[in-house]
């Protein structure tokens, strides 16, 4: 029943990696309409990324159903006529959005009561920020992390004299857990004072670079023996997140000999910070979840602070430090107004971050008729861009599925799903094991 009448609502998700399933189905939970019923569908866009099971349940957000599919099965999906959805959170890298919005707009051709199409970003907006925000044009709306993204989202849409009216401030949706506690001794009894090195898989690429931070981590335990030091770990060696991880800290570890307060630590980042007095990071989004909690947090410079490397995101944080300067005991203070601009609402304010979208979505979803989604990208303002984008996954000019393009119009086969099964894990031990080992063997 649409939600303009109930207060039920529909929301398919379509994520294609861990980080952003979990962006994705939060985000749909914070921006539904205050008392509406959820029911939530999980899509899983089958590709390189695609979690485990050990990486859903790490997440920690229930659907009630989830399945893998490509993006030719959700348009097909979403094309019924009898199984609407109210609103469709697309949780995908920037091409993905395009490709899916082109489909979407085809699938709906003619239709006055579509589905409401919400996409954004899994979190800090530190590259390619014109091409990501263009391929994303076309959704109802487009989600901003803070005010300070908001801003350089409108900025690039109205420079290109696109509509920016898509573009809606919000937050970053797992922001949360209990403040931090450091004068409360009844907070921590017995517990070490505890540092977290939170780490990323692609950030920094390099051995020398990788070994460099482990090493400095290490020592920084060797240092202080009253202190538990853990690296927080994104992936378990062979499981594949947003990022290619080509050297897991796991194996650089194995070359190390640290010493018995350092550990290497999984699960959840929310219950790993329940128990974090100072967190380390190059620029992992974790620093916002940490300074949001009012926890001690550092961004490192000891590499440079460079785009690169995604730490300039922090130039006036206050949070720029090395690992000189955190042997010697500093503690930063982070740069209030730099906090607030960054969605970050550690004074308080996060549950009213989200009422902006609740309000544009309860009004759009009581509306009789919703234009047809219109992206920036078409093949008259980018013709020799946007069909190798659209062919990516399989779809033409137009949207629609390319000639020959695999299980366009009916469900696969059981033996079609084993195939593609077998398949995919091989692709995956390809591009995961073979081709990082192929690379390596290149620069000898």
């Not at 609407?84 to 009561?113: C, E, F, I, N």
């Not at 910070?273 to 992992?284: A, G, H, K, N, Y």
């Not at 920036?376 to 303002?381: C, D, H, R």
């Amino acid at each position: 029943m649409p939600a303009s009448t109930s207060k039920s609502l529909r929301v398919a998700v379509l994520a294609d990696s861990d980080t952003r399933w979990k962006w994705g189905s939060l985000t749909a939970n914070r921006v539904s309409p205050a008392g509406s019923d959820i029911r939530l569908d999980g899509f899983l866009l089958r590709g390189r990324a695609t979690p485990t099971a050990r990486q859903l349940e790490e997440v920690g957000v229930r659907a009630d159903s989830l399945r893998e599919v490509t993006a030719l099965e959700f348009l097909r999906e979403l094309g019924k006529e009898d199984d609407v959805y109210d609103v469709v959170v697309l949780a995908l890298v920037g091409g993905a959005v395009q490709a899916v919005l082109h489909g979407l707009s085809r699938a709906w051709d003619g239709r006055a009561k579509r589905p409401l199409v919400v996409t954004g970003y899994v979190g800090v907006v530190y590259e390619k920020l014109a091409d990501g925000l263009l391929l994303r044009h076309g959704a109802d709306l487009v989600l901003a992390n803070s005010r300070q993204d908001a801003d350089r989202f409108r900025a690039v849409y109205e420079g290109v004299g696109a509509d920016a009216g898509s573009v809606t401030e919000v937050a970053l949706p797992f922001l949360g857990g209990a403040a931090y506690a450091e004068h409360d001794p009844s907070a921590r009894p017995g517990r070490p004072y505890t540092v977290v090195f939170a780490a990323q898989p692609s950030v920094p690429e390099s051995r020398k670079d990788r070994t460099y931070l482990l090493d400095r981590l290490i020592g920084h335990a060797r240092l202080h023996p009253d202190r538990e030091v853990l690296l927080k770990l994104r992936s378990k060696p062979g499981e594949h997140t947003t990022h290619i991880e080509e050297l897991p800290y796991q194996k650089l570890v194995q070359k190390a000999d640290p010493p018995a307060n350092f550990r290497l630590v999984y699960g959840h980042m929310g219950d790993v910070l329940d128990r974090t007095d100072l967190l380390v990071t190059i620029s992992s989004t974790a620093a916002l979840e940490s300074l949001h909690r009012r926890i001690p947090t550092v961004v490192l410079s000891d590499l440079g602070v460079r785009e690169a490397l995604g730490n300039h995101h922090f130039v006036g944080s206050g949070c720029l430090a090395s690992w000189d300067q955190l042997d010697a005991g500093h503690r930063p203070v982070p740069d209030p107004e730099w906090v607030a601009r960054q969605g970050v609402a550690a004074d308080g304010s996060y549950e009213t971050a989200f009422d902006a979208a609740r309000l544009r979505i309860t009004g759009l979803l009581a509306a009789d008729e919703l234009p047809p989604l219109a992206p920036y990208y078409t093949p008259v303002t980018a013709p020799g861009y946007l069909p190798g984008i659209l062919a990516r996954h399989h779809l033409g000019p137009d949207g629609g599925p390319l000639p020959g393009a695999p299980a366009a119009d009916r469900e696969p086969s059981p033996v079609r799903q084993f195939v593609r099964r077998a398949a995919r894990g091989a692709y995956r031990h390809g591009v995961q094991r073979v081709a990082p080992v192929i690379r390596r063997m290149g620069e000898l």
